[in-house]
């Protein structure tokens, strides 16, 4: 039977980051949904603010909807998306970036909704919480400035962390296109920008939310690494694999290698969607035990 890949987007991102990547599912064949996790997508807040010309003032203190929201909310919202798509037949969950956080959550508790896991290059902790690998040295080169520079508003005070995509500072919009999409050209970088929220919720979970062998570990996964990703560097993606591994020996990551930044993919969906296409045609696992007998 047919799988239905569900896509989970990242920090400041929506359901239209996959709109190019389900055109190429689509056209082979391939049946997706693309999530909006809570206060994303038209339920983000975009204020008069934050509009040309900017008032910076009002978008430093208007309240956005994402105050509040949790990683738990998120993984209710995307539990509620799997038991739909579940009855349609077998379910592939794909994550992107900090999205890997709420997909390795939600597999910790209901791995009877997901038939493989994906990440491509996003977050799948087990042995630190997500804020806690940032610290690592896997992470010593991602620019801790790149987001710094735009940051609207007191994140203490407006319980949500809210970015300026918007900003007129070349130094900021060149410093995030490093970090996101440095092999992609400006006016692809440009179109891809102006597709993000300002605003992200603050919590990316802690340890109960790492990945647990008992139920995470039962679900086939696979890992699509970025080979040129600044923003989650490769080492830190090889890091994530080898943890995963070390948690469930008996159920590796099945790995692939993609070129490209964080955005490249997305962008150029051609490859991805084609080793989607491979992952679903794969024969269905014989048992999800955690014993490594099935």
Do not use: C
């Amino acid at each position: 039977m047919q799988p239905t890949f569900v896509l989970v987007h990242g920090a400041f991102a929506n359901s239209f980051s996959f709109a190019p990547l389900q055109a190429e599912l689509g056209l082979l064949g391939h049946r997706s949904v693309a999530v909006d996790l809570p206060g994303h997508g038209f339920r983000a807040t975009f204020t008069h603010a934050y509009q040309a010309p900017q008032d910076l003032a009002g978008l430093a203190s208007a309240p956005g909807s994402i105050k509040g929201v949790t990683l738990a909310d998120n993984v209710t919202h995307l539990i509620g998306v799997l038991e739909r798509a579940r009855q349609n037949g077998p379910v592939i969950l794909v994550a992107h970036s900090r999205g890997g956080a709420t997909v390795t959550a939600a597999a910790n508790v209901r791995p009877d909704l997901i038939d493989r896991l994906v990440y491509v290059s996003a977050w799948a902790p087990v042995e630190l919480d997500v804020n806690e690998y940032y610290a690592e040295p896997e992470m010593a080169t991602v620019d801790p400035t790149a987001f710094a520079a735009a940051l609207a508003g007191n994140p203490a005070d407006l319980g949500l962390l809210r970015v300026n995509f918007r900003t007129a500072d070349p130094d900021a919009i060149a410093a995030f296109k490093r970090a996101l999409f440095a092999d992609g050209t400006d006016e692809q970088f440009l179109t891809f920008l102006n597709t993000f929220q300002p605003d992200e919720n603050l919590d990316a979970g802690g340890s109960a939310d790492r990945a647990q062998a008992a139920t995470w570990g039962r679900i086939p996964k696979t890992y699509i690494r970025l080979a040129d990703d600044a923003s989650l560097p490769l080492v830190l993606q090889d890091r994530l694999i080898r943890e995963g591994n070390a948690l469930t020996p008996y159920n590796p990551y099945d790995v692939r290698t993609l070129d490209g930044s964080h955005l490249k993919w997305l962008v150029s969906p051609g490859p991805a969607a084609r080793i989607l296409g491979e992952l679903a045609a794969l024969p269905a696992p014989s048992a999800q035990d955690g014993t490594g007998t099935g």
